[in-house]
Structures are given as C-alpha cells and as structure tokens.
C-alpha cells in the first residue's frame, strides 16, 4: 500500500496502537529515512505516550509503559555481532509479554525472536510503498484491526 506523506505515516501508527495486541513482535524493514522510527513514535503516540521517542541507534533499546504494558523499541543499525543482543538480555525483554519492535531485524539474524508481522518500507518518491508480510494468527489479527490488509 502507498503511504503519500508522512501524516498519512502518523496515522498508519495511531491504527496500529488501536490494533496491538500483547505480546507481539513486529519487524521494521527498510533503508536509513524510510520512516520506521517515525511509525514507531506514531504508535507510542498512539498509545499514550508523551514523552519524547528517541532513534535507539545509540542505546540499541528505549523501553516504554503504557497502561502497565511494555513495548520495546530496538534500532540494530550499529549492531556488530547478534551476540551482542544476548549481552544486553534480549531474553528478559521477550519474557514480559511486551510489544518488540526491531528496526534492522537483518542484524539479529539468528538470534532474534520470529515476527508476527513484518512491514516493510521503501521509497516512492515522495511517498513510501509498504510491504506487509504475517506470520502468525496474532500478526494477521494486527494487520487486519489497523486496516493494513
Ligand atoms: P528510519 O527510522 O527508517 O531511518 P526516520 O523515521 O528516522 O527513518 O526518518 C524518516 C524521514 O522521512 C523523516 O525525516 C520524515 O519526516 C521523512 N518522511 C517523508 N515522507 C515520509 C513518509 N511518507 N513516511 C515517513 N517518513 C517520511
Ligand atoms: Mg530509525
């Protein structure tokens, strides 16, 4: 599906809060500026977050709670190794019945959890292309409630 501008991105992330369902892991492909961490500030947003969302490029997580529910937003771009991901308690974030959101997946390979549901983003002109890909019940049920299939 074609996402024209980046309000259009916004409000793709303001359905997918309404959507979510816990726990779930969802993969965020595409290139530098595609706009995943834009979605994912959409969807914290969404789901009530007020603060600020910044890239975890840096940090590799930023966690949030909303209504006693977590959701962890991962940015794998700087990872070296995916060992490196059991060093910072990958395990410990998928145990808490969180929401996981991984930019980057392609950097875990092997080591990160399977998505329930994968989006991705490429450039379209202005615009982006969006690739929804399910692989599980729970994924579908998501993508279906935020109206992206
Ligand atoms: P990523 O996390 O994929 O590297 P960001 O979300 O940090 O990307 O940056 C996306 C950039 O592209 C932002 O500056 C945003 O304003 C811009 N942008 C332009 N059009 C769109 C769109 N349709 N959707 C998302 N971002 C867009
Ligand atoms: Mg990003």
Redesign the pocket.
């Known amino acids: 599906m074609l996402?024209?501008?980046?309000a259009?991105?916004m409000a793709l992330g303001h359905r997918l809060a309404r959507a979510l369902r816990w726990p779930l892991v969802i993969h965020l492909q595409?290139p530098?500026?595609?706009?995943?961490?834009?979605?994912v500030r959409a969807l914290l947003r969404g789901l009530g977050h007020r603060g600020p969302v910044p890239?975890p490029t840096y940090t590799l997580v930023e966690s949030y709670q909303s209504g006693g529910r977590r959701v962890h937003h991962f940015d794998l771009y700087r990872l070296a190794d995916p060992e490196e991901l059991e060093l910072i308690g990958l395990r410990d974030y998928l145990d808490e019945e969180a929401v996981c959101l991984f930019?980057w997946p392609e950097r875990g390979e092997g080591v990160l959890p399977r998505a329930d549901l994968e989006l991705r983003?490429s450039p379209r002109g202005?615009?982006?292309e969006l690739e929804v890909v399910v692989h599980t019940g729970e994924g579908e049920a998501v993508a279906r409630d935020a109206g992206l299939q």
């Open positions: 996402i024209p501008d980046e259009q991105m595409g530098l500026g595609a706009g995943k961490t834009t979605l890239s930019e983003i202005k615009g982006r």
